[in-house]
């Protein structure tokens, strides 16, 4: 994996802008071309949202669940290395319409910690191969 390339319809997701991060500082280089690749991480899926998980008695939301998925596979040549694989974390947060802007901090930086943990899971992954 010395030159990597990655395929990713999306080139500004949180998750490939920390994965990218991640393996500069692992030594690879990042080739701008599949040819010049020893290896192709494909990112097929890459989505991000949040959900309701329940609602007070007037309806109104009252936590939230902040999920990531993502869909990938690494290939070397003609050989797969890591055949594809589905991930999603979740993690979920109470709601307060009377602290909005703090709960919307709160909601970033659930995202941004589900995505270190999951660019761990993928670097110890292909850390093993």
Request: aromatic share 10%; net charge negative; proline share 2%.
């Amino acid at each position: 994996m010395e030159r990597t390339f990655i395929a990713s319809s999306d080139r500004y997701s949180l998750f490939l802008r920390e994965f990218e991060a991640r393996l500069r500082d692992a030594g690879v280089e990042l080739s701008d071309s599949a040819t010049d690749a020893t290896a192709i991480f494909t990112i097929s899926f890459d989505d991000t949202a949040q959900r309701v998980l329940s609602v007070s008695a007037r309806n109104v939301p009252t936590e939230y669940e902040v999920y990531y998925s993502l869909t990938y596979s690494l290939d070397s040549g003609a050989i797969n290395l890591l055949p594809q694989q589905t991930l999603t974390l979740t993690r979920d947060y109470t709601y307060d319409s009377t602290l909005v802007l703090g709960k919307a901090r709160e909601e970033e930086l659930l995202r941004e910690a589900i995505v270190q943990d999951l660019v761990r899971i993928v670097m110890k992954q292909i850390s093993t191969l």
